[in-house]
């Protein structure tokens, strides 16, 4: 694991989000209401849509696009609809952030 600094936790606003460029993709870093940090894949599994333009509500976001509802805990779409993005490992230390990327990233399954 490459442990990578993407800033720090007071960047994002509470129940927001920010993109980060990664070598393997956009990846959205979220930030709850309870200050819980979580990072997915920036590519919604219905058709792409940007999550991290979606709303943030308890450890969730609502795609923008088509109100699909990815947990940001397991990368699984909610609900009825069936899909998956990529989580990726997230460590706060203090007020900074890291996220960890893989030597091979892959999408999870
Ligand atoms: S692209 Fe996200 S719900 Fe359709």
Known sequence: ?????????????????RCVDTPSGKVAVFRTAEDRVFAID????????????????????????????????TGKALGADEGCVRTIPVKVEGDLLFIALEAHAHKAA
């Open 1 to 17: 694991m490459n442990w990578i600094a993407i800033g720090t936790l007071s960047d994002i606003p509470q129940r927001g989000a």
């Open 42 to 73: 920036d590519h919604c599994p219905h058709k792409g849509g940007p999550l991290s333009q979606g709303i943030v509500h308890g450890a969730a976001v609502t795609c923008p696009l088509h109100n699909w509802v990815i947990s940001l805990e």
